[in-house]
């Protein structure tokens, strides 16, 4: 049973371990799909370690005159190796999981936009913004702190001195995401979303 387990499990392991590293290289099969590639190396590793053990067990016991074994050195050097390419392939499917993760919120951010609170900026000076659906409108006050005022925004994220602001009509093929440092020239208006027709703002 050996004698046919052991080439098997080595078949399996080294195709396994050539599809994951060729995966690194390339777009594989393995990589279409979530964590499939760090796995199929880190299985296919283990599997032609584990072969390795085995066989030479299997000829040791097989051997009537008693080889002497490998020196200590070369040991040490494989399971190094093993522990290595394990550990990146861990990395490997942490990274994916991570960038999935990443990709589902943001496509979870798309789909619930037109639910945020519609932001108003107010400027003192002009922005120059220009994306899908933002309006600017100038105010003629002449004492008016704030001169600029920009509509059809909506406030995704908050983050240390910075705003991050993207149109109400975005889209990923038109999409542009608007980025504002958090100081006293700026000032925000946030208006619910049911509430948007209903709540009338002056021109400025």
Same mark, same amino acid.
């Given at each position: +049973?050996?004698?046919? %387990?052991?080439?098997?499990?080595?078949?399996?392991?080294? +195709?396994?371990?050539?599809?994951? *590293?060729?995966?690194?290289?390339?777009?594989?099969?393995?990589?279409?799909?979530?964590? /499939?590639?760090?796995?199929?190396?880190?299985?296919?590793?283990? *599997?032609?370690?584990?072969?390795?053990?085995?066989?030479?067990? &299997?000829?040791?016991?097989?051997?009537?005159?008693?080889?002497?074994?490998?020196?200590? /050195?070369?040991?040490?050097?494989?399971?190094?190796? !093993? &522990?290595?390419?394990?550990?990146?392939?861990? &990395?490997?499917?942490?990274?994916?999981?991570?960038?999935? !993760?990443?990709?589902?919120?943001?496509? @979870?951010? +798309?789909?619930? %936009?037109?639910?945020?609170?519609?932001?108003?900026?107010?400027?003192?000076?002009?922005?120059?913004?220009?994306?899908?659906?933002?309006?600017?409108?100038?105010? @003629?006050?002449?004492?008016?702190?704030?001169? &600029?005022?920009?509509?059809?925004?909506?406030? !995704?994220?908050? $983050?240390?001195?910075?705003? %991050?602001?993207?149109?109400?009509?975005?889209?990923? $093929?038109?999409?542009?995401?608007?980025?504002?440092?958090?100081?006293?020239? *700026?000032?925000?208006?946030?208006?619910?979303?049911?509430?948007?027709?209903?709540?009338?703002?002056?021109?400025?």
């Amino acid at each position: +049973v050996l004698r046919i %387990l052991i080439p098997a499990m080595a078949v399996v392991g080294l +195709v396994l371990a050539a599809g994951g *590293l060729w995966s690194v290289f390339a777009t594989t099969l393995l990589s279409r799909h979530l964590v /499939w590639a760090p796995l199929s190396l880190a299985l296919g590793v283990l *599997l032609l370690a584990y072969a390795v053990h085995l066989w030479r067990l &299997f000829t040791a016991s097989s051997d009537r005159a008693g080889r002497a074994s490998g020196p200590a /050195w070369a040991a040490v050097a494989e399971w190094a190796a !093993v &522990f290595v390419l394990m550990g990146l392939s861990l &990395f490997w499917a942490a990274n994916d999981y991570s960038a999935a !993760v990443g990709g589902s919120r943001a496509h @979870q951010v +798309v789909a619930e %936009l037109p639910t945020y609170p519609s932001a108003v900026v107010y400027s003192e000076r002009s922005l120059s913004l220009h994306a899908p659906g933002v309006r600017e409108t100038r105010c @003629q006050d002449p004492q008016a702190a704030y001169r &600029f005022r920009y509509d059809g925004l909506k406030l !995704v994220l908050q $983050s240390g001195d910075q705003y %991050l602001f993207l149109p109400e009509r975005w889209s990923p $093929s038109n999409g542009v995401a608007i980025l504002m440092p958090r100081n006293d020239s *700026l000032r925000l208006e946030f208006i619910p979303a049911a509430a948007r027709g209903a709540i009338q703002r002056p021109a400025c």
